[in-house]
């Protein structure tokens, strides 16, 4: 088979697409006006920003586009979610937050951030497939919650977190509930009218639109504290002049995305399960990280015994695949996943995983391609690897790659 180029790792980022890339051009070229000023060319500018802001109102549901307040990204959005709705709970006396163990780094690090504040965290661990239910919300709710946090999807496992249940749940209980929807918007139904979320984190870059744009959906009757002080833009919410291109690039890739979701999503599933499948048959001792049901229609984590997830990175980098060990976040350090190491993983598990994240650009010529190299690479890895022979003699199993 030929040497290609497969991008799998679209939980990392997305290419930008077409409609979004001419979308945007115009705002980084003659329509180069700041949309606070009075004139035509700043009011066109505010206009494009404001039909942005419409269209990712009317994608996800909510009622109107003044919810929607744009950011730099997912990690602002969840900065200001999980920051602010706990300085708002701080004001009526209630500094308890509810988070889960799985989170992004932007969640868990805000929180971290608001212990050495004073408030108490409380960290719910997720099972063994990476779930959070909505009674273990239920029964961590106490007096003095102020906010609780829960993803809707993992982006390292692909789990998917019932947070229609758990928005019921913290709205009977009068708590405010955010959940950091950066791996689920664009990828799959999401109707604020109908579910009882508060505020909701959102990143373009996940769904097709430039790096450096995201939003966060927060109710109407939230007044949220603001995070950048210094200017009217976003309700003098978040100061600085917008991020204009972006923003009307992330308005037409939601539009674009929400326009065939069940179609894409299913032929994304049917990738997944093959690869998924063709990955455990053909490589002896390796084994999937989190469940099959509630799980992304693109995400696929494996871990393999006696592999160090790096090396097989770098291999794969030189077959021409492009995957992730962990989360491209923590890549570079050492420590392994602590999402793979909260859903049970032992450190040689979850250092030898590899994350595979299908997208609307990938073929079958992709996962035939995957299963022609994959294999190979972690036998030969393997025959390397002194922890696989370590493995081999003190369990006694039969090492196939000599
Ligand atoms: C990518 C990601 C983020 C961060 O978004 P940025 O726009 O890169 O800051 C936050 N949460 C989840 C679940 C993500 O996948």
Redesign the pocket.
Same mark, same amino acid.
């Given at each position: 088979m030929e040497k290609r180029f497969v991008y799998a790792d679209n939980?990392?980022t997305t290419n930008v697409s077409e409609t979004a890339f001419n979308a945007m051009l115009p705002f980084l070229k003659e329509q180069y006006g700041n949309p606070s000023s009075i004139y035509s060319l700043g009011m066109d500018a505010a206009k494009a920003v404001l039909n942005a802001r419409r269209q990712v109102a009317e994608v996800l549901g909510a009622a109107r586009p003044s919810e929607i307040f744009f950011t730099? /990204? /997912?990690?602002?959005a *969840?900065n200001m979610a999980v920051i602010g709705g706990a300085e708002l709970g701080a004001k009526s006396g209630n500094r308890h937050i509810i988070t889960s163990n799985i989170e992004?780094h932007? +969640?868990l690090h805000s929180c971290e951030y608001l212990e050495g504040k004073g408030f108490e965290v409380t960290y719910l661990p997720a099972d063994e497939n990476g779930l959070i239910s909505a009674e273990q919300v239920s029964n961590a709710i106490r007096e003095d919650t102020a906010l609780v946090t829960i993803?809707a +999807?993992?982006?390292e496992i692909g789990s998917i977190q019932p947070i229609s249940e758990i928005g019921s749940i913290c709205r009977e209980r009068g708590v405010l509930f955010h959940t *950091?929807a +950066?791996?689920a918007v664009g990828h799959m139904e999401i109707d604020l009218q109908k579910s009882c979320i508060d505020m909701l984190?959102l990143? /373009?870059?996940?769904f097709h639109s430039p790096?450096g744009v /995201?939003a966060l959906y927060v109710r109407s009757w939230i007044d949220l504290p603001s995070l950048i002080h210094g200017g009217a833009q976003e309700r003098g919410k978040r100061a600085g002049t917008e991020n204009v291109a972006g923003i009307v690039a992330m308005g037409a890739a939601i539009t674009e995305a929400a326009a065939d979701i069940s179609a894409r999503s299913e032929r994304l599933a049917k990738m997944r399960d093959r690869l998924t499948d063709g990955i455990l048959a053909s490589i002896p001792h390796s084994r999937l990280n989190g469940g099959i049901k509630c799980r992304a229609a693109g995400n696929v984590n494996v871990s393999f015994r006696g592999i160090e997830g790096e090396s097989l990175l770098l291999a794969l980098d030189i077959a021409g695949i492009a995957a992730s060990s962990g989360s491209a976040c923590t890549s570079g350090s050492i420590d392994p996943s602590h999402v793979l190491t909260a859903i049970g993983l032992p450190e040689e598990l979850a250092k030898g995983s590899l994350r595979l994240t299908l997208g609307d650009n990938n073929t079958d010529d992709d996962i035939d391609y995957i299963l022609k190299v994959l294999p190979d690479t972690v036998k030969k890895l393997r025959r390397m690897s002194p922890m696989w022979q370590r493995i081999c003699r003190e369990e006694g199993i039969d090492d196939y790659t000599i």
């Open positions: 939980a990392a730099s /990204g /997912g990690s602002e *969840d992004h932007a +969640v993803m +999807v993992n982006n *950091d +950066v791996q984190s990143s /373009g870059h996940k790096k /995201g």
